[in-house]
């Protein structure tokens, strides 16, 4: 019988959703843990709205020295401050961007394996369509993006209308439920058919009636 650690290994078992954006579960998250399932030696990833670079480096460590991360934030002093600090650690394979996710024109079409968007369309106060248009335009057909909205400004950019629309245009593969807006998906074109019944969630029988009310 194989073992659900070798089922893993195989390939066969999907990971968990490991991704965090909450500051208490990344008090116990392990990144390179956290960035291993997504991520293969030689690979390219795109860390979108990286921030101060929480993932940064465990992508840049994830894919090694032959692959290559592309670091990429609106705000011209984080993407600074993060090239310097990779700079000093000595990481050669991360390209860092001052610029918005909705012009990616520096990544040819179909280049990244791994797309990493976390809290950022939720942080985009225009252009989310573009963004989103950037992320399919740079997704290898074998490639994967994760996407997350995280703790929005006052009201959130994103409504859970406009979340679901922007999933329809992906195939999704896994996906959190009312409380948890995150999803791993692919592009529509790759030639995968996946019926509703093949994505896994975190939703919970308890948020049933919830998300019933909300017509989710
Ligand atoms: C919640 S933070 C992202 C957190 C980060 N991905 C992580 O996992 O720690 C959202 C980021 O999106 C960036 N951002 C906002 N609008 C953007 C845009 N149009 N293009 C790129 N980044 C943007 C913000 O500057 C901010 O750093």
């Known amino acids: ?69 592309y670091a990429v934030d609106l705000k011209e002093d984080y993407v600074r401050a993060l090239e310097k600090r990779a700079d000093e650690l000595g990481y050669r394979n991360v390209e860092f961007h001052a610029c918005s996710a909705s012009d990616l024109s520096f990544i040819g079409d179909e280049l990244v394996d791994f797309v990493l968007a976390n809290g950022l369309l939720c942080n985009m106060a225009e252009d989310r369509p573009s963004a989103v248009k950037e992320i399919k335009r740079i997704l290898k057909p074998t490639g994967k993006a994760y996407l997350s909205l995280g703790s929005p400004p006052p009201l959130g950019f994103v409504s859970r209308a406009e979340w679901e629309r922007i999933l329809e245009g992906f195939i999704v593969e896994r996906r959190g439920g009312f409380l948890q807006k995150w999803a791993v998906v692919s592009k529509k074109d790759n030639g995968k058919k996946m019926s509703v019944n093949d994505v896994e969630t975190t939703k919970r029988h308890r948020f049933a009636t919830l998300r019933k009310k909300f017509g989710e």
């Not at 078992?13 to 116990?28: A, D, M, T, V």
């Not at 991520?39 to 979108?48: F, T």
Request: with cysteine; glycine share 10%; proline share 6%.
């Open 1 to 69: 019988m194989i073992s659900s650690k070798e089922q893993h290994e195989v390939g066969d078992e999907k990971p968990k959703n490991q991704i965090n954006l909450n500051p208490i579960s990344r008090l116990f998250e392990s990144r390179q843990r956290s960035i291993e399932p997504y991520v293969k030696k030689g690979q390219v990833a795109a860390d979108l709205g990286c921030n101060t670079g929480y993932y940064t480096f465990a992508l840049a460590q994830g894919v090694g020295p032959e692959g290559r991360v």
